[in-house]
């Protein structure tokens, strides 16, 4: 089970950009990883997913096209890259990873390991 820590959160006015970077202890070239986000009363809700080989990524209605979650294996690091931030961006932002692809790729419970988060906030 891999180790994830994630950095590069902070506080922005509406409109900026932020990339956040999660670093893995141990080689995730064959995981399934993805960022999630909670905020404060709300649930935990999926924001970008990427597989192994980053052919394929899914992103939440809400971020499409502001969004962009990207790896670099050789380096066992996930991104996302956020741009045109809103106020409802605003969450501590977690990113995960899951051994076996997950049958719904924003569904918690099919992630093995979470870092401790990297909060966001958005100011208008």
């Known amino acids: 089970q891999v180790q994830l820590v994630e950095s590069g959160g902070g506080s922005v006015q509406a409109g900026g950009s932020l990339r956040l970077s999660c670093a893995a202890s141990?080689?995730?070239?064959?995981?399934?990883m993805a960022w999630f986000r909670q905020a404060p009363g709300k649930e935990r809700e999926g924001v970008a997913y990427?597989?192994?080989?980053?052919?394929?990524?899914y992103y939440a209605d809400s971020v499409k096209g502001r969004f962009t979650i990207s790896r670099d294996n050789a380096k066992n690091t996930l991104y996302l890259q956020m741009d045109s931030l809103k106020p409802e961006d605003t969450a501590m932002y977690y990113c995960?990873?899951?051994?076996?692809?997950?049958?719904?790729?924003?569904?918690?419970?099919?992630?093995?390991?979470w870092g401790p988060g990297t909060q966001v906030t958005v100011s208008s």
């Open positions: 995960a990873a899951a051994r076996i692809s997950p049958p719904y790729v924003f569904r918690t419970s099919d992630y093995n390991s």
């Open positions: 141990g080689y995730t070239d064959s995981y399934y």
């Open positions: 990427i597989r192994p080989s980053s052919s394929i990524t």
